[in-house]
């Protein structure tokens, strides 16, 4: 699973005590893709060379040849661009299928444009785009299955359930990413790309769940693209604590995403839901015990911790598997070091909630007798000889 990771804004106005707007807010400074995940259609053989993935968040000068370097990012230092630069020239006989980078999942607001900063070509490499000309691909596989000079520079709004794009966003204008002081503002400078808020209405608090997908997929000397501080506006809060992609719930994603963090040695406080300015296993513990209220070991995070739970995780069949970071929260990865082994067994008896129903605050709890832990490895050890004869 992607490891997910970003950065929340809570953008509040109060005009007589009323909460006008709700930003979240992309900003990619911490040197990865806040959640975003790389999207390619199967089989198709991009990137063309040897790197491992069409994007990253970087904050290198990048040399894009001519003696020039592409523009610094627009906030802090990190701005997302195409990796390796030079694959995207699609000169000659390459052949450059659609990248595409899709946000998170949200609910939207009603209250503001949905803004991404963007340097790179118009709509289709120099021109902005043409609503009579320009027939934009609704679903998101016929989007990445384009190619040679019938691609597009821009984003998608894409409906998750229907699996369709309902607005897009183009830059204006050509704009290559060069600084050079005699170019017109339009040449040099990044763009401010939205979908207006009036476009953004009859989707906005309605309950559904919505991604971003900014793609490049222009060729025939034009085919770059980058983009930072992405705005979406939401609907109601940014979510409760540990609610990291704000969907109203505390899921799986949320501890996958504070696990990746923890993993990563990341520093920001939003990771720090314990609030010792520390972001380590505690903020983990925090978020399963306080926050969530249930245990170590409820891999379907339905607040208990009983045989339903070991069903679930070896019916994923990743116990010990030899395969390394491959499991996540509800595959049995529980310790948070992304894989299934005996270790997560250890920390899940260790928690003490097998069969404890759901979870009550700590000052009732009574300590379990010592007893009750060889039950528990009494009874994984029944499921694991199960498993070996299957």
Known sequence: MTRFGFLITLSIVFSCGTLLADTLTYDFDDGTFQGWDYITPEGTPFPVDDSDSGWIASDEPIDINDGFTLLAATSGDFRVVPDPWGTRDCLGATICYTQVLRSPPFELGASGDLTIDMMGGGAQSNRPYDPEVDLLPEEPED???????????????????ANEYVAFGFSSHENDGKARPDDPVTRKDWETVAIPEAELASFANNGKQYSVDVFDSYSGGWAWIGFDTVKIPIAGAAGEPGDFNANGVLDGDDIEALSAAVRDGATDSKWDVDGNSLVNNDDRLFWVNDLK?????????????????????FAKGQYEDAISNNSTW?????????????????????A??????????????????????????GIIGLLLSSRRRK
């Not at 990445?144 to 998750?160: H, N, P, T, V």
């Not at 409820?298 to 045989?307: A, I, M, Q, R, Y």
């Not at 069969?355 to 528990?376: D, I, Q």
């Open 330 to 350: 509800s595959d049995g990865d529980w310790n948070g070091d992304s894989d299934f082994d005996s270790s997560d067994f250890v920390a899940a008896f260790a």
């Open 293 to 313: 209220m249930t245990y170590l070991g409820d891999s379907n995070l339905d607040g208990e911790f009983n045989s339903s739970d070991f069903v679930a995780v």
């Open 352 to 377: 003490g909630g097998y069969e404890k129903g759901p979870r009550v605050p700590a000052a009732a709890l009574v300590p379990e007798p010592a007893s009750a832990t060889g039950l528990l490895l």
């Open 143 to 161: 989007m990445m299955e384009l190619k040679d000079s019938l691609g597009y520079q821009g984003f998608g709004l894409l409906d998750i359930d």
